[in-house]
């Protein structure tokens, strides 16, 4: 099983700042997919990315997998208070399962 | 359209008590998943099933069992409840491109 190392583990930051999460593995996926959880919820897919250097955009929201479909991060611009949660991503093996990352918390502090 | 639904949101049970987690999904999928998700942390893979009748290990399937007795459902059967089960637990489907529709989670402790 391929591992997906996430960073930071935790972001705290201010209303208006801007952030990046990254998601880093020493193997290569067939795609991979960013979820954003809140607190009592399961997991809502944001986006897959499927393609090296593939840069999908989702309002504030910015993700790019990387040349090599090793790694990944997700760029938010401006942050806001209902930013607030925890993002995982996900690599899709060559099979049928998905990789998750330990997720990073990520809190909007207005 | 439900998406993916389980039962029960909650529960407590004794050291050594059994339990099934029921989750259903009306989305026709082939992939189910059992995820579990231990506070502050990701999720990590108990078991999953490719179709009917096909089940598969996960990263740590140990004092789990499942069946797939049909497309729609996908229990979760815990036999000797431990401390160390207390989690909270997603059932999740997918289709061909494994992007996962979860479900709302039970939250199980353990005492």
């Known amino acids: 099983t391929q591992l997906l190392e996430q960073s930071p583990q935790f972001l705290s930051i201010q209303e208006g700042e801007n952030l990046t999460v990254y998601c880093n593995s020493s193997s290569v996926f067939s795609s991979l997919q960013w979820y954003r959880q809140e607190p009592g919820e399961g997991p809502v897919l944001l986006v897959t990315v499927v393609t090296g250097g593939e840069v999908k955009k989702l309002k504030r929201l910015t993700f790019q997998f990387g040349d090599a479909r090793k790694d990944s991060s997700l760029h938010i611009t401006a942050a806001q208070p209902g930013d607030t949660g925890l993002y995982l991503c996900a690599g899709v093996e060559y099979g049928n399962k998905l990789v998750f990352g330990a997720g990073t918390i990520l809190r909007v502090k207005s | 359209n439900a998406g993916v639904t389980q039962t029960p949101k909650f529960r407590i049970l004794k050291i050594g008590q059994s339990m099934t987690l029921q989750c259903a999904q009306d989305?026709?999928?082939?992939?189910m998943y059992w995820y579990r998700q231990d506070p502050g942390m990701g999720l990590k893979l108990i078991y999953y099933s490719v179709g009917a009748g096909i089940t598969d290990k996960g990263e740590v399937p140990n004092g789990y069992n499942v069946s797939r007795s049909t497309t729609e459902d996908f229990p979760l059967r815990l036999e000797l409840a431990a401390p160390s089960q207390t989690s909270v637990y997603f059932c999740?489907?997918?289709?061909?491109?494994?992007?996962?529709?979860f479900g709302p989670g039970t939250r199980l402790t353990v005492t």
């Open positions: 989305m026709n999928h082939n992939y």
């Open positions: 999740a489907s997918s289709g061909i491109t494994y992007e996962q529709y």
